[in-house]
């Protein structure tokens, strides 16, 4: 009796000192370190796009061209890389924006254009020519409308006004432009209209 007793204490003690070696062993171990999440990656990439939306009249509303789209799972969004979209508005000639690299909302609201972004409308009859430049541009089709806090230049003929801290621009057949920041202009007078008569 006496010795099944003092195997039990021995037995305990020396599970016991296991259990602290093994707890002082993990205590001195370095920290597991924790990995990164997986890197961001497309679950479909799609090549030498071009893609035409239409209104309700089956008239083209939008015309986007890009040589390679990525789509992301975890929010819906794309990225574009030298995306060109193109806005329908008749009777006024479209708006073309181009920039080097471009990113997209899941539900096509927002287009963020990056890099070298220029958008342009050529002359038509009633439509003066108009070109606008920047380094980035968040802009909303289905409102007309776009917005930068990035220096923007905008030339139409031989006017231009640049503005250091960007625009809110809406871009519809009555196009509307607010500047921010320290803002330059020029405008080139009609000689007709700036000349005394000579009477």
């Avoid at 993990?26 to 209104?55: I, K, N």
């Avoid at 320290?182 to 000579?198: H, M, Q, Y």
Wanted: hydrophobic letters at 40%.
């Amino acid at each position: 009796m006496l010795l099944i007793r003092r195997e039990i204490v021995i037995g305990v003690l020396l599970a016991a000192t296991g259990l602290l070696a093994w707890w002082y062993r993990a205590s001195l171990a370095p920290e597991p370190r924790v990995m990164p999440s997986a890197q961001r990656r497309p679950d479909f990439v799609v090549e030498r796009l071009t893609a035409v939306t239409m209104d309700q009249q089956g008239k083209p509303e939008r015309r986007l061209s890009t040589p390679e789209l990525r789509h992301y799972p975890d929010d819906g969004s794309s990225e574009l890389d030298s995306p060109v979209l193109t806005l329908f508005d008749p009777p006024a000639p479209p708006w073309q924006a181009r920039a080097r690299s471009g990113w997209v909302s899941a539900d096509g609201k927002e287009w963020l254009m990056q890099e070298q972004v220029r958008i342009n409308r050529d002359a038509a009859p009633g439509f003066t020519p108009m070109v606008l430049k920047s380094s980035e541009l968040l802009v909303l089709p289905d409102d007309e409308y776009a917005e930068t806090d990035r220096f923007v230049e905008l030339e139409s003929g031989d006017d231009w006004v640049s503005a250091q801290d960007g625009m809110q621009a809406w871009f519809g057949q009555r196009m509307r432009v607010r500047f921010f920041g320290r803002t330059r202009a020029r405008v080139a007078l009609d000689e007709n209209l700036a000349a005394p008569s000579a009477n």
